[in-house]
C-alpha cells in the first residue's frame, strides 16, 4: 500500500513539473519570437517657447505698441517614447499608435538588436489611434498577425514594449484577458473596441505588442487606466483588436488615409426607462435619435426611433458597437439593417455613403441647433391636445432629461399644452438653472420627466 501511494506520489509531481515546464516554455518561446518584431519609437517635435508677456491682458493695452516686447523667438526639441510591431519586414511597414507620431518632426525606430533607422509616416488615423511608419533596412523581422475574434476572457496574453525609457525597452510582461469590446475609455467619438488586460504596461508601452500564446499578434496597447494619482500600471490595460487595425492599416498603407462607411444617424444606448416605454423585451441595441438630412439613412428609409439590432449578419448590442461595424464597412456598400419599429421587426437596404470629415460635423450641428428651443426640441402640432416632438438637439437639457422624438408634451408644469402657441408661452417662463417638469405620452404611455435646464 505505502509503496502504491510513493509511485501515485512520484507520478503526481512528474505530471505536474512536466506541465509547469510546458507552460514556462510556451511564453519564453513567445518573447523570443517576438522581440526582434517589437520596436521602440522615439518621436521628435520642435516646441516653441512661450512670451509670457504676449498674452497677457495688461499689455494688451493701447499704451504699448505692438512691438513693444521682442524677444527672439526661441524652441527646445521634445522627445516621446513608444513603441511599435513590423508587420512587413520586405516593406518595413511598422504600425503604432497615432499619439505616439503625432506632429513629430523626425522619428526614429530602435530594433532590438539595437540597430537604429530614421523611419517617415505612411499614414495615421485619429479616430482609431492607428498609425503606420516605414523603415528601410535588411534582416527584420514580422509578426504574424492573429484573430482578435476569437478571444476569451481568461486566455493568457504577453505584452512586449518599452515602458518608461531606452533602458527597459523590450520588457515582456503577462497577464490574462479581463474583458472585450471595451468602449468609451478614450473619447466616445473614437472606434473603441478594446481588449482589457491586466499585463503591466506603462508610459512607453503605447503601440506596442499583445500577443497570445501561439506568437500571433492580437492587439496593439494603446491605453492603461489608473488611480488618477499616477501615471504607472494599475492592473487595467487596453489593446486595440488587431481585426480593427487591419482594415485602418491597409487604407493607411495604399491610400494615406481611412474610408469608412456612414450612415448619417445620431444613436444612442437603450436605458431601463426606455426599455419598459418601447415594451422591449432587452436593452440590446442601438436607437436612432436623429437622420441627418440628405443622409444614407434617410434615403434608405430609417427614422428616428427606430431600434438598430443587426447590420447584415452582425448582431448590434449597442451604440458604440453600431459605431464600429459601419465604420469596419467601406462607402458604396450595400447594407441589411434589422430595426424593431412599433414593436415589429423590418428590414431596411442602406447604401452606405463615406463618412465625412470633422468639418461636417460641426456644420451640421451648428445648423441644426439653431432652431432648437431652450430646452433643446423642435415641436410641432398635432390634431389633438399637445405638442409633438419633432426634434431632439444631442446632449441637450431635453436629451439629457429623457426627452425623445416622437414624444407628445401634455404638460408643463400644472399647465395643460394644447398648441404650439401655448407651449412657446410656457417655455418663455424659464431660464437656464431652473428645473422643468413635463408630462409627455410615449407609446400611448403617460409619464413624467423632470430635469435641470443648462
Request: aromatic share 8%.
Amino acid at each position: 500500500m505505502l509503496q502504491n501511494t510513493k509511485i501515485i506520489f512520484l507520478f503526481t509531481i512528474t505530471f505536474l513539473f512536466s506541465n509547469y515546464k510546458d507552460f514556462t516554455d510556451a511564453f519564453i518561446q513567445v518573447s523570443k519570437k517576438a522581440n526582434p518584431a517589437v520596436v521602440s519609437i522615439i518621436s521628435q517635435k520642435e516646441v516653441e517657447t512661450h512670451n509670457p508677456f504676449q498674452s497677457h491682458p495688461f499689455f494688451q493695452d493701447d499704451f504699448f505698441p505692438k512691438d513693444f516686447f521682442q524677444f527672439p523667438k526661441e524652441s527646445y526639441k521634445s522627445n516621446s517614447l513608444g513603441s511599435g510591431v513590423i508587420i512587413d519586414s520586405a516593406n518595413g511597414y511598422i504600425i503604432t499608435n497615432s499619439h505616439v507620431i503625432n506632429k513629430s518632426d523626425e522619428i526614429k525606430v530602435v530594433l532590438y538588436d539595437k540597430r537604429e533607422f530614421e523611419a517617415k509616416i505612411i499614414g495615421e488615423d485619429p479616430l482609431s489611434d492607428i498609425a503606420v511608419i516605414q523603415i528601410l533596412g535588411d534582416k527584420l523581422t514580422e509578426l504574424k498577425l492573429g484573430n482578435s475574434d476569437s478571444l476569451q476572457v481568461g486566455e493568457w496574453i504577453i505584452a512586449i514594449g518599452s515602458p518608461f525609457g531606452l533602458h527597459l525597452n523590450h520588457t515582456v510582461t503577462a497577464g490574462i484577458i479581463s474583458a472585450v469590446g471595451r468602449t468609451d475609455v478614450i473619447s466616445k467619438m473614437n472606434y473603441e473596441n478594446f481588449i482589457q488586460h491586466d499585463a503591466a504596461i506603462n508610459p512607453g508601452n503605447s503601440g506596442g505588442a499583445l500577443l497570445d500564446l501561439d506568437g500571433t499578434l492580437i492587439g496593439i496597447n494603446t491605453a492603461i487606466a489608473t488611480d488618477g494619482y499616477s501615471r504607472a500600471n494599475a492592473g487595467v490595460g487596453f489593446a486595440i483588436p488587431i481585426n480593427q487595425a487591419k482594415k485602418v492599416t491597409t487604407d493607411l498603407i495604399e491610400n494615406g488615409t481611412v474610408k469608412r462607411g456612414w450612415l448619417g444617424v445620431t444613436i444612442q444606448d437603450i436605458t431601463d426607462e426606455m426599455k419598459i416605454a418601447l415594451n422591449l423585451k432587452n436593452k440590446k441595441g442601438a436607437l436612432v435619435s436623429q437622420v441627418l438630412k440628405d443622409s444614407p439613412a434617410e434615403k434608405g428609409g430609417l427614422e428616428a426611433e427606430d431600434i438598430i439590432i443587426k447590420v447584415n449578419s452582425n448582431l448590434v448590442e449597442n451604440s458604440a458597437d453600431l459605431r464600429n461595424i459601419i465604420s469596419d464597412k467601406y462607402p458604396n456598400k450595400k447594407v441589411t439593417i434589422t430595426v424593431i419599429r412599433n414593436n415589429n421587426k423590418k428590414k431596411i437596404k442602406v447604401l452606405l455613403g463615406e463618412r465625412p470629415d470633422d468639418n461636417y460635423f460641426i456644420d451640421q450641428n451648428s445648423n441644426n441647433n439653431s432652431d432648437f428651443d431652450l430646452i433643446g426640441i423642435k415641436i410641432q402640432n398635432i390634431n389633438s391636445d399637445g405638442v409633438k416632438v419633432a426634434e431632439v438637439k444631442f446632449e441637450s437639457a431635453a436629451y439629457n432629461g429623457g426627452i425623445r422624438t416622437g414624444d407628445i408634451i401634455e404638460t408643463i408644469g400644472r399647465r395643460i399644452i394644447k398648441n404650439e402657441s401655448d407651449y412657446f408661452d410656457m417655455i418663455k417662463n424659464y431660464n437656464t438653472g431652473d428645473t422643468i417638469m413635463l408630462r409627455i405620452i410615449r407609446n400611448n404611455n403617460p409619464t413624467y420627466l423632470a430635469f435641470t435646464i443648462n
